[in-house]
């Protein structure tokens, strides 16, 4: 088995300030992805990395920047917050096909 | 558009069945999936369609019409831990040429004593 940790759990921003969330698994998966989980609403996906140092952008990408440092990590990057940005945002990895994927238990963000 | 719909809210009693539907209009599809989700938790993946029909999988069956864009997650003998949200996702070809996952918004089903 394996694991997704994201870090931090919870994350408080001031409005206009620039943000950063880490994930970190350890499935040895080859693709990476970060959610968009607002309440009432299905997950969107802001960016996806299906190997180290790429990057492709998903629907919901404006605003955001990514990082896949390397395998076993992949970095959410909030340009700059807005009060709509609160929401839970989902870190998850497959392996290359997709059919199965794991998710982390997520970041909340609240912007003050 | 693509577009994944389930219904928000679902309700049923201890030790009888649940229905969770999913109709879904995407251009391509390679698939289905269903997530269990509880409160504050990680979605964790229950089951993959591909092909039409019933998959038995025991407490969690699952069926597909792809003629109909249509899914279901049957839940049976359901016990109160079975409350949970219950998302749906379409895998499809994305423009890059990988498969991307189109989640619908999830159904909160609710096990009454």
């Known amino acids: 088995g394996g694991i997704i940790t994201q870090t931090p759990k919870f994350l408080i921003g001031q409005e206009g300030q620039k943000l950063t969330l880490k994930c970190q698994q350890n499935?040895?998966?080859?693709?990476m992805y970060w959610y968009r989980q607002d309440s009432g609403k299905g997950l969107r996906l802001i960016y996806y990395?299906?190997?180290?140092?790429?990057?492709q952008k998903g629907d919901l990408s404006e605003g955001y920047d990514a990082s896949r440092e390397k395998k076993s990590s992949f970095s959410l990057t909030v340009t700059s917050a807005q009060k709509n940005e609160m929401a839970v945002f989902l870190c998850?990895?497959?392996?290359?096909?997709?059919?199965?994927?794991?998710f982390g238990k997520g970041t909340r963000l609240t912007v003050v | 558009g693509q577009g994944v719909e389930q219904p928000a809210k679902l309700m049923s009693v201890e030790g009888t069945f649940a229905r969770v539907n999913c109709t879904y209009s995407?251009?391509?599809?390679?698939?289905l999936s269903w997530y269990q989700q509880r409160e504050g938790q990680a979605p964790v993946f229950l089951s993959y369609?591909?092909?039409?029909g019933l998959k038995d999988s025991g407490h969690f069956s699952t069926f597909l019409s792809r003629s109909n864009g249509y899914s279901y997650l049957l839940l049976t003998e359901l016990q109160i831990k079975d409350s949970a949200s219950y998302l749906c996702?379409?895998?499809?070809?994305?423009?890059?040429?990988?498969?991307?996952?189109?989640f619908g918004s999830g159904t909160q089903l609710t096990v009454m004593p």
């Open positions: 998850a990895s497959s392996r290359g096909s997709n059919t199965e994927v794991f």
């Open positions: 499935f040895n998966h080859d693709t």
């Open positions: 990395s299906i190997t180290e140092n790429d990057l």
């Open positions: 995407t251009s391509g599809f390679n698939g």
């Open positions: 369609v591909v092909l039409d």
């Open positions: 996702a379409v895998r499809v070809l994305a423009s890059s040429g990988s498969w991307q996952l189109i």
